[in-house]
T-cell receptor, first 111, second 113 residues
Framework: QKEVEQDPGPLSVPEGAIVSLNCTYS??????FMWYRQYSRKGPELLMY????GNKEDGRFTAQVDKSSKYISLFIRDSQPSDSATYLC???????????FGQGTELSVKP | EPEVTQTPSHQVTQMGQEVILRCVPI?????FYWYRQILGQKVEFLVS????????KSEIFDDQFSVERPDGSNFTLKIRSTKLEDSAMYFC???????????FGDGTRLSIL
């Protein structure tokens, strides 16, 4: 079983839609969870950072962590064409430790 | 907003040659990392570095790889004798001494011929 699994997509939605992205993981030691956005030929850009279980909201973005199910989600409300990118989940067992990434989900938001 | 800077953006090297990838982390950051992403694959951890020594390294980071912080601003990754399979995007990341996550540069695309 892969340590972190993420559906690579591609996912195509109309502008204004709510987007749901998710990852599952197998290592129960993971405690720190991140979502990064990656545009073509650019580096991962941090979107959300959460510790342990719970929800975190920042503008149009909401991150959820369910450690009991080993499942994390990123919701994007009122999606915009500029949100078109690859979204990477990443997690680590210790603060500042090595990040284990998912495959990334390619999202396309159509005007 | 401060950012991690990587140079060059694209490096083309003959197989067997040495290559040095350079990174300037965010100025007050203390923890430094290298990751790589082979085309179409996941981002993979290579090495972490703190207080002038390696904190952790992956099995990918063998004797052909080394890291160095030669001065107060640069952080380098050296590959001693490059192989075709070293072709990838190499990302540098840094973080401060707190509960903050890692911030990434835009990467160096390494092409081995």
């Amino acid at each position: 079983q892969k340590e972190v699994e993420q559906d690579p997509g591609p996912l195509s939605v109309p502008e204004g839609a709510i987007v749901s992205l998710n990852c599952t993981y197998s290592n129960s030691a993971f405690q720190y969870f991140m979502w990064y956005r990656q545009y073509s030929r650019k580096g991962p850009e941090l979107l959300m950072y959460t510790y342990s279980s719970g929800n975190k909201e920042d503008g149009r973005f909401t991150a959820q962590v369910d450690k009991s199910s080993k499942y994390i989600s990123l919701f994007i409300r009122d999606s915009q064409p500029s949100d078109s990118a690859t979204y990477l989940c990443a997690m680590s067992a210790v603060q500042g430790g090595k990040l284990i990434f998912g495959q990334g989900t390619e999202l396309s938001v159509k005007p | 907003e401060p950012e991690v800077t990587q140079t060059p953006s694209h490096q083309v090297t003959q197989m067997g040659q040495e290559v040095i990838l350079r990174c300037v982390p965010i100025s007050n950051h203390l923890y430094f990392y290298w990751y790589r992403q082979i085309l179409g694959q996941k981002v993979e951890f290579l090495v972490s570095f703190y207080n002038n020594e390696i904190s952790e390294k992956s099995e990918i980071f063998d004797d052909q790889f080394s890291v160095e912080r030669p001065d107060g601003s640069n952080f380098t990754l050296k590959i001693r004798s490059t192989k075709l399979e070293d072709s990838a995007m190499y990302f540098c990341a840094s973080r401060d001494d707190g509960r903050q996550p890692q911030h990434f540069g835009d990467g160096t695309r390494l092409s081995i011929l």
